[in-house]
Nanobody
């Protein structure tokens, strides 16, 4: 089992920044990717960004490219999501996830992730 704990959500105005953190504990050998997903009320869960634990590969949803940066500290089993130039449409519950991804093209697909955090709310006001 892998336990994931997110932190860093909050409320900001349009154009502001937030940094989310997610610490993994437990069976850290049970995954090779960590990712961030988000879900707004009435919408499906959407992959935002993912990072490969074994190297430097990162993947982003088109909607956040150029604004969000995903990174990890492998020694601390922690993944971060730096969110810049936030927009009201970024408002959602953000979830950290960990999983074994065999095809990098699927790194932003929720069904491939086995472990999930409890979520942290991000609200962007106009």
């Amino acid at each position: 089992q892998v336990r994931l704990v997110e932190s860093g959500g909050g409320s900001v105005q349009t154009g502001g920044s937030l940094r989310l953190s997610c610490v993994a504990s437990g069976y850290i050998g049970g995954y090779n990717y960590m990712a961030w997903f988000r879900q707004a009320p009435g919408r499906e869960r959407e992959g935002v960004a993912a990072v490969f634990k074994g190297g430097d590969r990162t993947d982003y949803a088109d909607s956040v490219k150029g604004r969000f940066i995903v990174s990890d500290d492998k020694a601390k089993n922690t993944v971060y999501l730096q969110m810049n130039r936030l927009k009201p449409e970024d408002t959602a519950m953000y979830y950290c996830a960990a999983g074994l991804i065999y095809y990098p093209s699927t790194s932003l697909t929720a069904i491939h992730y086995d472990y999930w955090g409890q979520g942290t709310q991000v609200t962007v006001s106009s």
